[in-house]
């Protein structure tokens, strides 16, 4: 039985690889940024667009809705959910350093210190590796000037050392679920933020002010949580890091990476590039 699942595997992997590309998660914030333009009348040619039969009949639309017009609804949808992603993600990350500037301690670093990998230097300023954090061999090399301007490069390390190394398997699926998660709330935040705007413009009156209020204050939760699981994922990124390397009999430094490792997760691009790891985000 164990032959039987290891063939299967690999094609499962692929299948969920499939999924990765065209990432479900930007369909949440994109149908409901798109409801929101729909709603508030501000495409009078949809129907037009989609090949309605019969506009002013609901029951006609919707009948005869062409598969070309779900096709559009679709593209529509994750095209403006990525872009309610790129747009929230930078709206945090700006509320957050405006909001942080003076703090300067990473959600990275403090994880390493309370795991007592590394610590304060002597004069106060940047870091060292403690004996402890030496077993992790390629560690010290990030601190070799105390860390400084280090946060990124050892994020995006640390990412790949989860990737390629099976005995980590379970807590990368964990990753991607906690990045997944902060991506639809950032998206989110910009489709609520849209429908506060839209209701408050359309309906300006108690009936629509209302709404509005409650439905930006959504909003606000949505920026939060997504700060809260990238904290999350920081977090578990070193734990499962020092777990494997403490495991007793294995080898992870010599390990090999499995035969079908998966697809690297969006978040080490778009943060590396961004420079998230060196902020609290």
Known sequence: MS???????????????????????FFVSGATFVAAIAWAQLTPNLELLLGFPDAASVEGAFAGLPGIGVMVLVLASYISGMTCFAVGRFVRKWVYRASDNKRRLTVLYAELAQHGMIAKAADGDGWTVTEHGRKLRWLPRYFAQGG??????????????????????????????????????????VALST????????QQDVHGWIPSIATFGGALFCLREARRYSEYQREELVATLLLGYDLPDIDVSSATAPTAAPAAPVSAAVDAHAGEAGELS
């Not at 032959?3 to 998660?25: Q, R």
């Not at 280090?150 to 906690?178: D, K, N």
């Not at 429908?195 to 359309?202: F, G, K, M, P, R």
């Open 195 to 202: 429908w506060a705007a839209l209701l408050a413009l359309v």
């Open 148 to 189: 400084k301007g280090q946060e990124t490069a050892l994020y995006v390390r640390m990412w790949a050392e989860v990737r390629q190394r099976e005995i980590f398997a379970p807590s990368f699926s964990l990753l991607r679920r906690y990045w997944v998660s902060s991506a639809t709330l950032d998206g989110l935040f």
């Open 3 to 25: 032959e039987v699942a290891k063939a299967v595997k690999p094609l499962f992997d692929k299948f969920i690889d499939f999924f990765d590309i065209f990432d479900l998660s």
